[in-house]
């Protein structure tokens, strides 16, 4: 552990002193290489997951829709379990997936969603943020939802995802190997990476705070890359220390 990096997570996070810094994280932030990383505070400011409520139980849920025929479900699910698995595991995170399959309170979010023969993602998040399986009055708990569908999205993108209401929403139909890459670039916004850092809109942040330009992550929203670059992994683990010291709950393994 370098001084600079070390003084970084202790006076950019806020935590006091060296030796609060939990070892794994401190590792997990030198994944990559440590040279890179100077100040972060814009790399931070992206990344706002600490203030929404679904993180508190690590749970993330996937569902599909009627839509989609009953012998390709469980392939569909795999694929993306793998994909969400894939970022989880890369970033150390310790949330736990469950297959949950066809629903019918799923189903009509999808057809209250449908405009004009079309999926709209947005409007199948604002019912999945104030569901009953989310209340813990009612016996639910936090947790994310992932739905899948047959469906074309109104975006006329693959797949869509808020970190706000914790909902990714991938529709039309795609190949196993489509559907994980996919899922990787959605769980990158699902876990509050708004934007591909190397995303010549935002490069010119990373780049003053001392960052190389890789085009090649699972945050470009191209879908064709498998692995995940150091500034959109840094803003991640970033946002979620934020939500470990705020929240008082651990994230990470």
Same mark, same amino acid.
């Given at each position: +552990?370098?001084?600079?990096?070390?003084?970084?997570?202790? +006076? %950019?996070?806020?935590?006091?002193?060296?030796?609060?810094?939990?070892?794994?994280?401190?590792?997990?932030?030198?994944?990559?290489?440590?040279?890179?990383?100077?100040?972060?505070?814009?790399?931070?400011?992206?990344?706002?997951?600490?203030?929404?409520?679904?993180?508190?139980?690590?749970?993330?849920?996937?569902?599909?829709?009627?839509?989609?025929?009953?012998?390709?479900?469980?392939?569909? +699910?795999?694929?993306?379990?793998?994909?969400?698995?894939?970022?989880?595991? %890369?970033?150390?995170?310790?949330?736990?997936?469950?297959?949950?399959?066809?629903?019918?309170?799923?189903?009509?979010?999808?057809?209250?969603?449908?405009?004009?023969?079309?999926?709209?993602?947005?409007?199948?998040?604002?019912?999945? &943020?104030?569901?009953?399986?989310?209340?813990?009055?009612?016996?639910?708990?936090?947790?994310?939802?992932?739905?899948?569908?047959?469906?074309?999205?109104?975006?006329?993108?693959?797949?869509?995802?808020?970190?706000?209401?914790?909902?990714?929403?991938?529709?039309?139909?795609?190949?196993?190997?489509?559907?994980?890459?996919?899922?990787?670039? %959605?769980?990158?916004?699902?876990?509050?990476?708004?934007?591909?850092?190397?995303?010549?809109?935002?490069?010119?942040?990373?780049?003053?705070?001392?960052?190389?330009?890789?085009?090649?992550?699972?945050?470009?929203?191209?879908? &064709?890359?498998?692995?995940?670059?150091?500034?959109?992994?840094?803003?991640?683990?970033?946002?979620?220390?934020?939500?470990?010291?705020?929240?008082?709950?651990?994230?990470?393994?």
């Amino acid at each position: +552990m370098n001084n600079k990096l070390k003084k970084w997570i202790d +006076m %950019e996070l806020g935590r006091v002193s060296g030796d609060k810094t939990d070892a794994k994280i401190r590792a997990s932030l030198t994944k990559h290489n440590p040279s890179e990383i100077s100040r972060r505070r814009k790399q931070i400011a992206y990344n706002h997951i600490g203030s929404f409520g679904w993180i508190n139980e690590k749970l993330i849920r996937i569902y599909t829709d009627s839509s989609i025929p009953a012998n390709q479900r469980d392939s569909y +699910m795999s694929s993306v379990e793998s994909g969400i698995g894939y970022v989880l595991d %890369e970033l150390e995170l310790d949330f736990k997936i469950e297959l949950i399959g066809v629903d019918n309170i799923v189903d009509n979010y999808i057809k209250d969603a449908m405009q004009e023969n079309l999926l709209n993602p947005s409007e199948v998040a604002k019912q999945a &943020k104030f569901e009953v399986y989310r209340d813990s009055t009612k016996g639910g708990i936090p947790h994310a939802d992932v739905i899948l569908s047959n469906k074309n999205l109104n975006t006329y993108l693959w797949g869509w995802c808020t970190d706000l209401s914790g909902c990714m929403v991938i529709g039309y139909s795609h190949s196993p190997n489509t559907l994980r890459k996919i899922a990787k670039h %959605e769980t990158t916004h699902l876990l509050g990476n708004r934007h591909h850092h190397g995303d010549s809109r935002f490069f010119e942040d990373a780049k003053e705070c001392g960052y190389e330009y890789v085009k090649e992550c699972v945050g470009n929203p191209s879908c &064709k890359y498998e692995k995940i670059c150091p500034q959109c992994f840094d803003s991640i683990v970033a946002g979620f220390l934020n939500a470990e010291k705020s929240k008082g709950i651990k994230f990470f393994k």
